[in-house]
């Protein structure tokens, strides 16, 4: 049971929400045991809010990677090369607009979606009103506007299934310009096997 920041040590005894008080692990065990179907349903939440990112107090800091300078220094290198120019990118699931936002200061205009009003609430805080944002859920892609680029970063395209891939590709196929730009990543198969195969994340073996 621990409660407040993580770098504190987890605490042995404490009082859960409702009242009960525990004062070891053993009984925290037993309370647990009691209340079988409202610890799923909880868990079950938790890993709902997790994947699908509507509770998201802290989510930034928690759930992604620090690396979006370096994602968008990487775009800005590849477009640079491009004899056409790329000035308008799309960027699909854009989350909280992290990406969005180091793409903008970098002289991009950039227009986002994103499935999550939570997360699209929180990225119009950060971007300012003059930046078009909308909720979509892929393979939707309302509108008719065409962008010299479309981006997708953060697996996003891994939630979708393999139908639901085909359309959003054909989707996207009408909002880039000729010889534009479609840039994502992916947890592929290889990836995963990877992982499992080397757990060390940080220095920290999970």
Known sequence: WASGSATRRPMMSGEL?????????????VIIADRQ???????????????LCRQLEGYDEIVVDPCHDRWASFLDDLWSADPEGVRSVL???????????????????V???????????LAR??????????????PELAGDSVFDAAVCTFDGFNYLTPDELRLTMAAMALRLRPRG??????????????????PVVAGGEV
């Open 17 to 29: 929400p409702g009242g009960k008080h525990f004062s070891s692990p053993k009984e925290l065990k």
């Open 37 to 51: 179907e409202d610890f799923a349903r909880n868990l079950i939440q938790k890993l709902l809010a997790y994947a």
């Open 91 to 109: 960027d699909l699931c854009c989350g909280t607009g992290l990406l969005a936002g180091e793409l903008i200061a970098r002289g991009y205009q």
């Open 111 to 121: 227009v986002g979606v994103d499935a999550s009003e939570a997360m699209l609430a």
């Open 125 to 138: 805080e950060r971007l300012g009103p003059e930046v078009e944002l909308s909720r979509m859920t892929l």
């Open 181 to 198: 730009w479609l840039v994502f990543d992916l947890h592929t198969d290889g990836m995963m096997s990877f992982t499992i195969s080397n």
